[in-house]
């Protein structure tokens, strides 16, 4: 079996003597790549029920205040965590006097 080489990679001259993917690949190669589709799949997954939004526009113009108020209404449902509360406290106690 003769191999033209090209750079890093090697090519069979005659593809009589190149043999069947499958035929080389093993038990093991097979299990692999079956647990690597598994993964993929079950990210692809993830992925589709995942909902991105871009917010877009200039400084100062609540993008990121809609993102909190949005992470309150639909991910916390029943108020901020403790910790946050105990977070934002200093800040609007500063505010306010």
């Known amino acids: ?20 993917l499958s035929e080389e690949l093993d038990a093991d190669s097979i299990q692999a790549n079956n647990v690597i589709n598994g993964h993929m799949k079950m990210e692809e997954e993830i992925d589709n029920e995942t ?16 993102l909190k108020q949005m992470r309150y209404l639909y991910i916390y449902k029943r108020g901020y965590p403790q910790d946050e509360l105990i977070k934002y406290r200093n800040i609007i106690y500063e505010n306010i006097i």
């Open 51 to 66: 909902r991105k939004l871009l917010l877009l526009g200039a400084g100062s113009s609540g993008k990121s205040t809609l």
């Open 1 to 20: 079996f003769s191999t033209v080489s090209m750079g890093s990679c090697h090519c069979p001259q005659n593809t009589d003597d190149s043999h069947n």
